[in-house]
């Protein structure tokens, strides 16, 4: 009971751990390439939610100046804003040329 | 001040993002997902302001709730297809998909098992309210302005990138 009531890092890094799970399903099995750029989104939110606990558990080693893995989270988000611009617009470039959004079907540079 | 109810917020918080995350991954129709993923990301941004990051929760709600996703729903419905929801959803290769997800949820739980006791049950830190985002943006222009320099050259490159594949003839 004491561990239910008591939220620690580990408690951060289990969610953590289970939303990337979910991100890799998805990039893995679903068709759809606007559904596995999601999944990838979420993979890079479960990659931050470890930032930030981790940097929330290390304020409470160095005090509260200790804000790397927050910073860290920022480059990242501005990461993943990178992404989806590039691999939305390669994705409107692709549906214009085979009028299908379906990532097995993407096989223009198979010979 | 002290936080109440950390327990509830967290395991209410960290179950809207697991059922966003499952709903991501199951719908059908694209705009579902994106809808779940966007709850999922609110939710999120609640688990940072509880680990005392309101400069990150908030960059997440205006920058992936507020941005990202627009992006996304505009280009679901740019290319909406009713076709898309009448076929398979899952390709041929999900099984093996499935088996190296659960091959790498394997892994997980056995680092968790042998590695849980290195992190001690340390009390949480108190008095980090106030002056957080005085201390990021000192970092990110400070410490990290080389990186935050390449960040936005990055961000250049996407603009660039963007552009040029979406438009029809350069």
Redesign the interface.
């Known amino acids: 009971m004491e561990t239910?009531?008591?939220?620690?890092?580990?408690?951060?890094?289990?969610?953590s751990?289970?939303?990337?799970?979910?991100?890799?399903?998805?990039v893995?099995?679903?068709?759809?390439v606007?559904?596995v750029?999601?999944?990838i989104?979420?993979i890079l939110?479960a990659v931050?939610?470890n930032l930030?606990?981790f940097?929330?558990?290390w304020?409470?080693i160095q005090g509260?100046?200790a804000?790397?893995g927050?910073?860290f989270?920022?480059?990242v988000?501005?990461?993943?804003?990178?992404?989806?611009?590039?691999g939305?617009?390669?994705?409107?470039?692709f549906?214009?040329n085979k009028e299908?959004?379906?990532?097995?079907e993407v096989n223009l540079l198979k010979w | 001040m002290n936080p109440v109810a950390?327990?509830f917020f967290?395991y209410l918080l960290?179950g809207t993002?697991?059922i966003g995350?499952?709903l991501?991954?199951t719908?059908k129709n694209?705009v579902h997902?994106?809808l779940a993923?966007i709850a999922?990301?609110l939710a999120?941004a609640g688990?940072?302001l509880?680990?005392?990051?309101p400069?990150?929760a908030g960059?997440?709600i205006i920058?992936?709730a507020g941005?990202?996703m627009v992006?996304?729903l505009f280009?679901?419905m740019?290319?909406n297809?009713e076709r898309?929801q009448k076929?398979?959803?899952?390709?041929?290769?999900?099984v093996?998909?499935?088996a190296?997800?659960a091959a790498?949820?394997g892994l997980?739980i056995a680092v968790?098992t042998k590695g849980?006791a290195m992190?001690p049950?340390?009390?949480?830190?108190s008095?980090?309210e106030g002056?957080?985002t005085q201390?990021?943006g000192e970092?990110?222009y400070g410490q990290?302005m080389f990186?935050f320099e390449i960040?936005s050259l990055?961000?250049l490159?996407?603009?660039i990138?963007?552009?040029?594949?979406?438009k029809?003839r350069i």
């Open positions: 239910m009531l008591h939220i620690s890092t580990l408690h951060y890094m289990v969610l751990a289970a939303l990337f799970l979910l991100g890799v399903i998805g893995l099995t679903r068709r759809n606007v559904i750029l999601m999944s989104e979420l939110n931050n939610l930030v606990a940097s929330h558990y304020q409470g509260p100046g804000l790397h927050q910073v989270a920022i480059f988000i501005t990461d993943a804003a990178a992404e989806a611009a590039v939305l617009g390669i994705l409107i470039a549906f214009r299908t959004i379906n990532v097995d | 950390t327990p967290f960290s993002m697991l995350g499952i991501v991954i719908r694209a997902s994106a993923l999922a990301l999120q688990i940072y509880m680990l005392y990051a400069f990150v960059v997440q920058l992936y941005g990202i992006l996304f280009v679901i740019l290319v297809l898309a076929e398979r959803q899952f390709n041929k290769q999900w093996v998909g499935l190296a997800a790498l949820g997980f968790y849980k992190f049950d340390r009390a949480m830190p008095g980090l002056q957080n201390k990021v970092l990110l990290y990186a960040a990055l961000l490159v996407a603009i990138g963007a552009v040029v594949m979406a029809k």
